[in-house]
Every structure is written in C-alpha cells, then in structure tokens.
C-alpha cells in the first residue's frame, strides 16, 4: 500500500481524494497496490464531510511522517507551495502537482532535486487539465525534434470567448459564469490576462528545449479587451477569436506569445469551444499532432494529478519524467514574426482607404452590422515591428488583433 498525503482540499484536491474512492479498484491494479490518503492538508475544517479524520494544519506532520511516499500539492500558487514541495523532495518524497505557477517559475530546480533523491516530481496536470501531454512529450515523440508547439491552453477564456462568439454575450457576464463553474484560476486575472496560458506554454517549451525558458520572457495579451464588436466583425469574415499559445522554433531558439487571435473557419483549432483544450504539436518526421480534451475542471485535473500518482507509486524509486536543466533558453523576439492584423478604426473606409494601403499593403475592409462610425481591415502580411510604426501614424485606431494563418 502506498500512503499519500494531498496538500489542499479545494477544487483539484477534493477532486483527487474523490477519483481515488471511486476508482479504486482499476487504480489499485494499475498501482500495483492501494493508494490511501493518510492526511490532507489544509488551513481549514471541513465539519460533516467524512475527509475531517484526515484533515491535518501543519506541513510538518506530513514531511516527517515516514510513511507518506507521495505528496501531492494542488494548493496553487508560489507560496507556502514552493517550500512544502522543495521539502518533501528533500526528505525523499515522491511529488505529483497540478500547479503550473509553481512548476514554470521553480520547474529546473524542483526537477533536479527529483533527479539527485532517484525520486519523481510529476506535474501532467499543470498543462492541458485532464489532457495527456507532457507524458507524450517525453514518452513517445522522443524521435523528433519539435518546430512547434501550442494550441488553446485555458479553459476559462475559452469558455468565454465561445460564449461571446455563440450567444453575442458580454465579457463581464461569461467571466461570472466561468468562475461559478469552477474553472477559472484563484484570481481572475492569472486566466484573463493570459498569465496562466504563459506558464503553461513556458513549461512545453521548456520541455521542448530541455532549458529553462522564462515565463516573464514570453510576450503574454489577455482577452480583457476582446468586446462583443470585436466578436462581431468576427463573425462577419468567416472567423472567431481565440486565445492562442504558439511557440515557433527557428535553429535553436523558440518565438513563443500568448495572445487573442482571430481564426479562420478552416485552421484546426477554429471548433475547440467551451472549457475544452488542444495542444498542436508539430514534429519535424511526425508532422502533425493534435491532443484534444477537458482543459479545466475538478474531475479531468484530478484525474492527471492521479494518473501521476500512480506512476510515481509503480516507480519510486525512480525519475520517469526527462528534465529541463537551469540554463535559461532565449527566445527570439516577436517583433520579427509576420502575419496579417485586423484592425479597427473609426472614421470612413473609403475615405482613408489609400492611405491604409500605403501603410499596410493589400487591405480587405470589413463592416458589422449594427456599428457605425468606425470599420475594420485586415492588414497585408507584415511583421509586428512593422505594424506597429506603421499604426502609430494612425491614432483613430481602436482595437487590434492579430490573424492566425
Ligand atoms: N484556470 C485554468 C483554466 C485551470 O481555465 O484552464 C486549468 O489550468
């Protein structure tokens, strides 16, 4: 039998202490042996649910108690997690995690730890929720060398962004509605402003390049200022808008940027909607790679952290997952990177149509219904550096997005 102990019992950690009861029997088998939770550790009680026998307030009864082979922290967060995690690995614990925060900032270092103690520190559910990624990552597209990876990687804004697509609805009102379901981070602002999406697309890029790619290095937009109108010209050309992770390799270096994005009818991630998830990854022999499923939630999430709970039980006395060393990564800036923007403006097309070709090239006007007073184009293929000296010169611009191929 294998003792554990989960550190946290909100969202994600009721949900593992819950996938563990109901599947016990396969998980049993496939741990080769039972997974029980010794303790669970958190500030609060949690009078009349029948986890309070197990509820314990200090770390200390969880690192000195020999018994615990795994820790599992789903606190979320840098802070008090960092140190519990740091020394449970010290003191030879397996570590499972679902805390991308956590992971993007201190990955190198936790990582080694793991690999000098023979011991685990897993963390499949810090990308993609319910969705096996890294595992992939390190398991089976071990014979390619990775141009790129990325794809939609945050279950709130995408749940709000396809509420506003479909239902014409309000930024505020679907925020409200995410939060109630449970999806969106602690503060809201990790998922709106993309700070959550950036962590994640730091840890595959960090697995991609085996170094330490910084999170603060990666050009991060949120959807905060995605409205109803932008989502209304759209629709009017064919497209949606989503928040897109991409990291590109050029040689040895990645552009990496999280941003909104409008997407054509026809690009593969155009129908990934509600809290789902997908994860493209291009490999220079595999080609073409999709990994699709449940991004957010108690039960898809729980459902990772445990799947790695039974890996480290199975092994551990061993590091299963490969490792990103602490030398840093430098990515290329995005200045550099081409593509088309749409653009929104008031004033009169017409009226300013020769002067918009002369600063953007072959341009496609767009109109909403419904909205007066401004227009919106669609750039030719320009670089961002470019795009932007080229917009200074335009001060009735009042929104920009940028277009996926
Ligand atoms: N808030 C995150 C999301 C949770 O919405 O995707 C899963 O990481």
Request: hydrophobic share 45%; glycine share 10%.
């Amino acid at each position: 039998m294998m003792n554990i102990a989960v550190m946290g019992y909100g969202t994600v950690g009721s949900g593992v202490v819950e996938v563990l009861e109901r599947n016990r029997g396969v998980i049993s088998q496939r741990a080769d042996g039972d997974i029980y939770v010794k303790y669970v550790l958190d500030l609060r009680d949690f009078p009349g649910d029948a986890i309070q026998e197990r509820i314990v307030h200090d770390f200390e009864i969880v690192v000195n108690d020999p018994e615990i082979g795994i820790v599992v922290e789903t606190m979320g967060g840098i802070e008090p997690a960092y140190t519990f995690v740091k020394r449970s690995l010290l003191a030879g614990k397996n570590v499972v995690t679902s805390n991308k925060a956590l992971v993007a900032k201190h990955g190198a270092e936790l990582l080694a730890i793991a690999a000098e103690k023979h011991i685990n520190f897993l963390f499949e559910a810090s990308v993609g929720g319910g969705i096996p990624i890294l595992r992939p990552l390190q398991t089976s597209l071990t014979a390619d060398v990775v141009e790129e990876i990325g794809g939609i990687l945050n279950g709130t804004t995408n749940y709000m962004l396809t509420k506003m697509f479909y239902e014409g609805a309000d930024y505020d009102e679907v925020l409200k509605e995410a939060q109630a379901k449970g999806y969106a981070e602690r503060n809201p602002e990790a998922d709106v402003e993309g700070y959550d999406t950036c962590r994640k697309i730091a840890i595959l890029c960090s697995l991609v390049l085996g170094k330490q790619v910084d999170f603060e290095d990666i050009f991060t937009e949120g959807i905060t200022k995605i409205s109803k109108e932008d989502m209304m010209y759209a629709k009017e050309a064919g497209m949606t808008i989503k928040l897109l992770a991409s990291a590109k390799r050029n040689g040895d270096k990645m552009c990496a940027m999280v941003s909104p994005v409008l997407m054509k009818k026809t690009h593969p991630l155009y129908s990934v909607n509600d809290v789902f998830n997908a994860i493209f990854v291009r490999g220079n022999m595999l080609g073409d790679a999709m990994f699709y499923g449940s991004g957010a939630g108690k039960l898809p999430t729980a459902s990772a952290v445990v799947a790695d709970v039974i890996e480290a039980a199975k092994h551990p006395s061993d590091s299963m997952m490969g490792m990103w060393t602490a030398e840093k990564a430098l990515l290329q800036p995005v200045d550099g990177v081409s593509r088309q923007f749409f653009v929104r403006m008031r004033g009169d097309a017409d009226e300013k149509k020769a002067a918009l070709e002369a600063a953007f090239g072959e341009i496609c006007v767009l109109r909403a219904s419904g909205l007066t007073g401004e227009f919106g184009i669609i750039t030719g293929k320009m670089t961002e550096g470019t795009y932007k000296k080229q917009a200074e010169t335009f001060p009735e611009i009042i929104q920009m997005i940028r277009v996926e191929d």
